[in-house]
């Protein structure tokens, strides 16, 4: 029987309010809430320096884009505090000044992110798309009184972080082009505007460079992984003089899967606000000049790579194993810590939440694989020894869990079901060695790393080995599809639009992600059978969940519909839900709601 618990599926669809980039100035803040019962709509919060808070973006506005798919920095603020923002149903860039919001770049269906703006210019990637399926990017300027676009950088499949230095007369910005996704290698470029002559300054196919940021007119700030690791770099925009701010094997930011993020921030005494570590990223105040590097003493295990500066003090989204999702103010002076707005307005008693822990074991040739452990706890109920077990496997592929309160885990672990959230090779946050194991290894290296997770918990007691599934979503879904067609180690399987072929995505999917299959598994079709769910199906004998958005632009619907019929025609237990108006990724309530009540059912019922 499972345990009682006081948390409920609405409890975890209708508490996450998603926060998100955060921005500071003057003593104000502005943040992103997505709301689960407005049917995942995106609003624009704002804090007042007297401490009052409002919505500033009512419904059916949205502030969201689409540029990549995966969006982004959704707005920007203005000098004077005004808001410029994209909305979802146009993807037009709009200006919010106390009355309804107005349109400032063409109705050409155009998409616009990671806006930047500097006196009565907005700075910004721009994304069009063509009716034979040509995708475009380019860096334009868009007047704040509204007009068409100037053009300012075109040539790469894609850019990121428009940056102007001080005095105007300087573009630095990010780009790089197919077939790498930007953590594989990009280019940090400076644009004169004068005259429209560029270079390179850093970067290379090789070499991912990140978020640049001017420390003067003459001098970048920069992160790259030349060392194996995300670390911070210091340098001259002639592309001279690289400096090493703070050398260590630890992570300074992560990957490029959104535009917009900031992993770190010039305080307005010239130091720099970071966040760096392995698996959760840390608070610290890195000083340029001297290289010393001083964590915080704040209440939150760990930071986004999303911070806000306002002077000496900081603003960033913090989290904890009890503590949720956060939007923090940090005084970098006086340590005095604030939390201006919590994801979860009211937790159930913390004896009813897992403690995660971070650990760490050995899978297939000795390799190590990180994971974070939450076990089973409820205050109701004594037990001892094993309990059943789910799996977690994050998407991405190059993404990584991390350790903040999350009460889907908390559903299930206050029920007697513990959950591990493995990290399997391949996953950011450790270095650029492990993410690198999975070039070419994709559906091998990690599907090992999976099914070691779960023998690993079998071997130290903390799992019943009969009762261990595992589930996932995107490309942790093909992981999921993947582990059970080449293992029996598990009890059952739930994907959430997780991919099962490879042609079919590679046709279909989205520009951003369309040659992402030449480093995870190469460009010899003959090797796709060898790797894809669908093509090893036959090797599936326990039960499985499949749950499907059928908007997804991303994981079209068949990829998950055609492994259910696949297994339904073999005889194996399969059930497939759709649900219409969802994207990759659920944002409604009421999707949300009854895919958690659907997996516990599954659970309970393999379980048994």
């Known amino acids: 029987m499972p345990w009682p618990s006081p948390i409920t599926t609405t409890d975890v669809a209708r508490a996450g309010l998603r926060l998100g980039w955060p921005s500071a100035q003057s003593g104000q803040v502005w943040w992103t809430e997505d709301r689960p019962d407005e049917g995942g709509r995106t609003t624009i919060m704002h804090r007042a320096a007297d401490g009052t808070r409002r919505e500033l973006l009512p419904a059916p506005w949205n502030a969201r884009t689409r540029v990549h798919e995966y969006g982004g920095r959704p707005y920007a603020v203005t000098p004077d505090a005004k808001i410029v923002f994209t909305h979802h149903a146009d993807q037009r860039v709009y200006l919010l000044d106390g009355g309804d919001p107005q349109p400032l770049t063409p109705a050409d269906d155009a998409r616009y992110a ?6 009565d210019q907005i700075w910004c990637v721009r994304e069009r798309h063509s009716g034979d399926g040509k995708v475009v990017r380019d860096i334009v300027s868009v007047p704040l009184s509204g007009g068409a676009p100037t053009e300012w950088v075109t040539g790469s499949d894609f850019f990121a972080a428009p940056a102007l230095s001080p005095d105007g007369r300087h573009l630095a910005y990010i780009c790089w082009n197919h077939p790498r996704m930007p953590w594989n290698g990009t280019e940090l470029r400076v644009l004169r505007l004068e005259d429209r002559a560029s270079w390179t300054v850093k970067g290379s196919q090789s070499e991912s460079v990140l978020a640049p940021q001017w420390k003067d007119d003459q001098h970048l700030y920069l992160v790259s992984d030349w060392s194996g690791w995300w670390n911070l770099y210091q340098i ?12 260590a094997e630890e992570e300074f930011a992560w990957p490029l899967w959104m535009l917009g993020g900031r992993p770190y921030l010039i305080l307005g005494d010239g130091r720099l606000a ?11 105040v890195l000083d340029p000049g001297s290289g010393e590097l001083a964590d915080l003493d704040v209440p939150y295990d760990g930071w986004e790579p999303k911070l806000a500066a306002d002077g000496p003090s900081l603003v960033g989204l913090g989290y904890g194993g009890a503590v949720p999702r956060s939007v923090v103010r940090v005084d970098t002076v006086t340590g005095r810590v604030e939390a201006l707005r919590r994801g979860i307005d009211e937790l ?29 706890a409820n205050p109701a109920v004594r037990h001892e020894g094993a309990t059943p077990y789910v799996v977690f496997v994050h998407g991405g592929p190059t993404g990584h869990a991390q350790s903040e309160l999350d009460l889907e885990k908390a559903f299930f672990t206050s029920r007697g079901i513990g959950v591990l959230d493995v990290n399997y090779g391949g996953s950011s946050a450790y270095g650029r060695a492990y993410r690198d194991r999975l070039k070419g290894q994709w559906g091998i290296v990690d599907v090992e790393d999976t099914v070691a997770a779960a023998e690993w ?17 995107s490309a942790g879904g093909w992981t999921v599809m993947a582990a059970c067609c080449r293992s029996d180690v598990f009890a059952g399987g739930v994907s959430y639009y997780g991919v099962s072929a490879l042609a079919p995505l590679i046709e279909h999917t989205h520009d951003f992600e369309s040659r992402y299959m030449d480093w995870l598994v190469g460009s010899d079709e003959s090797v796709y059978p060898t790797r894809e769910p669908l093509a090893l199906v036959g090797g599936v004998s326990c039960p499985m969940l499949l749950l499907q958005g059928l908007e997804d632009p991303i994981v079209p619907p068949e990829q998950s519909s055609a492994f259910a019929d696949a297994l339904s025609e073999r005889g194996v237990p399969c059930t497939y839900l759709a649900f219409e108006g969802e994207s990759h990724g659920f944002r409604r309530a009421e999707t949300r709601t009854a ?11 393999i379980f048994a």
């Open 595 to 605: 895919a958690l009540a659907a997996e516990l059912a599954f659970y309970q019922q």
């Open 236 to 247: 001259s925009m002639y592309g001279t003089s690289a400096q090493a701010l703070f050398p």
């Open 114 to 119: 990671d806006l930047l703006v500097r006196d």
């Open 348 to 376: 159930p008693d913390v004896a009813y939440l897992p403690t995660p822990r971070a650990v760490e074991f050995q899978g297939r040739f000795g390799r190590h694989v990180h994971a974070f452990l939450y076990p089973a």
């Open 274 to 284: 970071v966040v760096h570590g392995r698996g959760n990223l840390r608070l610290a």
């Open 457 to 473: 918990l079998a071997a130290e007691g903390l799992a019943d080995p009969a009762r261990i599934a595992v589930r996932g979503g």
